[in-house]
């Protein structure tokens, strides 16, 4: 554990396992955590106050109001599996990736539109179609609320947005844009409720491919209505796009990144793909057996998520009432994180961890033994989180890289441009969520 200077003033950092599952599992008693979320994030009136909602299952700080969310949100995602989504979804990107004609993508922008459409889609319905036409209306739209919430002057100083932004036309239309957005989801959710209760939604319709709008609602309709009020709903479904777009978009350039860099290591991958997917020169859809195969790309996804996961530390936390952790007295009040980025490099937690190395997941291997260990070792590989509050869209997430990876290592073979700047490491760029500079990559079709 270390302190050092952070939004919330002085704040301890966890980088062991050990602390770490103190922090992940010991939540304390009904009604508050001990490591509560601290709202810092959400200051009123600011843009993103304004998107996302105070009320939904991400910022919720105390125990109750948390379970109510959660009751809604995990049957949606315990029914999902959008398989034929993603695969469809992945051969839109390969059109993009035809056109290009081996010159350099750059792959971050491209995942993080191909993420938009899977969250669109598999979210609620709703077709951005960002893959193809990134000028659209809808995506403009959502991308100027994504970058307003970015922009680092007024995410370091977000009372010039409560205060001063009448001064600034570009904020005022910035705020204009969440409107038009909320505008469309409320219209899509009162949609989905009329079908609902006139029964007229698909009996037919596979629940694994279903929204999970739909599936929220439907779960409400069966616990006889009422559970989120409408404002709520649209701000988990807002939640969803913050968390699980440009976490899995990252996370999949990462892998694209490794593979890259590594000649031996994507043919491997390949080899493995082609033996479970088939060579035929046609894209195909893979399914959930055809995923549980893919054992080799699961142990690249899950080493790039230990040596660049994409969520750093997750949100800030403060104590709620004295504590003492691994020996050290915590005062209630103070600040703590858990750094998933230390934990991932901490030379006492893993064997060479600035060594990229995928074997360690293999059976038996080191996160194996690690698991296996009864000092927190399952702690040691946290890029979801650990405990209640961990990920709930981690199968989400990890479904949907199986199917763009190993779609993409059967049409292609990629290299790194040979002027790159991430021949070695690759090189990031931004505050918050880990993104690649200027990722790009070259693509060559295998058919
Ligand atoms: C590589 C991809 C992803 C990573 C690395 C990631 C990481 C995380 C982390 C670290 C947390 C805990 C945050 C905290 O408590 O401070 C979290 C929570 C959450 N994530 Fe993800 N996430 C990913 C994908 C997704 C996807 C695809 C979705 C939804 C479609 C999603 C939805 C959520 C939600 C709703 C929570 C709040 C859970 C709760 O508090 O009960 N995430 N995620």
Not at 84 to 100: E, I, N, Q, R, Y
Not at 187 to 192: C, F, L, Q, S
Not at 369 to 376: E, I, L, P, T, V
Request: neutral net charge; charged residues 25%; contains cysteine.
């Amino acid at each position: 554990m270390y302190m050092k200077p952070d939004r919330l003033g002085w704040t301890v950092y966890i980088a062991t396992p050990e602390a770490a599952k103190q922090f992940f599992l010991k939540t304390g008693k009904f009604p508050s955590y001990i490591y509560a979320k601290s709202d810092i994030s959400l200051e009123k009136d600011t843009l993103f106050h304004d998107f996302v909602g105070p009320k939904n299952i991400l910022f919720a700080s105390k125990k109750d109001e948390w379970k109510k969310h959660r009751k809604l949100v995990n049957p949606a995602f315990h029914k999902s599996k959008p398989l034929k989504t993603f695969g469809t979804l992945a051969h839109k990107v390969f059109s993009v990736l035809d056109d290009a004609n081996e010159a350099p993508v750059n792959i971050t922008l491209l995942m993080e539109r191909y993420t938009l459409d899977v969250i669109g889609h598999a979210g609620f319905g709703f077709d951005f179609d960002s893959i193809l036409h990134n000028n659209n209306e809808w995506v403009q739209t959502y991308n100027g609320i994504k970058d307003g919430i970015t922009d680092p002057v007024f995410f370091l100083m977000p009372w010039l947005d409560k205060h001063f932004r009448w001064m600034c036309p570009k904020r005022r239309h910035r705020h204009h844009l969440v409107a038009q957005f909320h505008d469309m989801l409320s219209g899509v959710i009162e949609k989905k409720r009329q079908r609902l209760q006139q029964q007229l939604q698909q009996q037919d319709e596979a629940a694994d491919e279903k929204d999970l709008l739909s599936l929220m609602l439907e779960s409400e309709f069966s616990e006889g209505g009422n559970v989120l009020t409408d404002e709520e709903i649209k701000s988990n479904l807002n939640v969803f796009f913050l968390a699980g777009h440009d976490t899995t978009a990252n996370a999949l350039s990462f892998a694209i990144h490794a593979l890259a860099r590594d000649p031996a290591l994507q043919e491997k991958a390949r080899e493995e793909a082609l033996r479970v997917l088939g060579d035929a020169p046609h894209d195909v859809l893979p399914t959930s057996s055809d995923l549980k195969q893919l054992e080799y790309l699961n142990r690249i996804i899950k080493e790039t998520l230990r040596f660049n996961g994409p969520s750093t530390g997750g949100m800030p936390r403060r104590l709620t009432c004295d504590t003492n952790l691994m020996g050290v007295a915590l005062p209630k009040g103070t600040p703590i994180m858990c750094s998933i980025y230390d934990m991932h490099h901490n030379p006492r937690v893993w064997t060479n961890p600035e060594t990229y190395d995928p074997s360690r997941f293999a059976p038996g291997g080191e996160a194996d033994q690690k698991a296996a260990s009864r000092d927190g070792g399952a702690m040691a590989w946290s890029p979801f989180f650990n405990g209640q509050r961990m990920c709930i869209g981690m199968q989400f997430s990890l479904e949907e890289q199986r199917v763009m990876l190993s779609c993409l290592l059967r049409k292609y073979e990629w290299r790194l441009p040979e002027n790159s700047i991430h021949k070695e490491n690759v090189i990031t760029g931004t505050v918050g969520i880990m993104t690649a500079k200027n990722l790009e990559i070259i693509f060559k079709r295998r058919y």
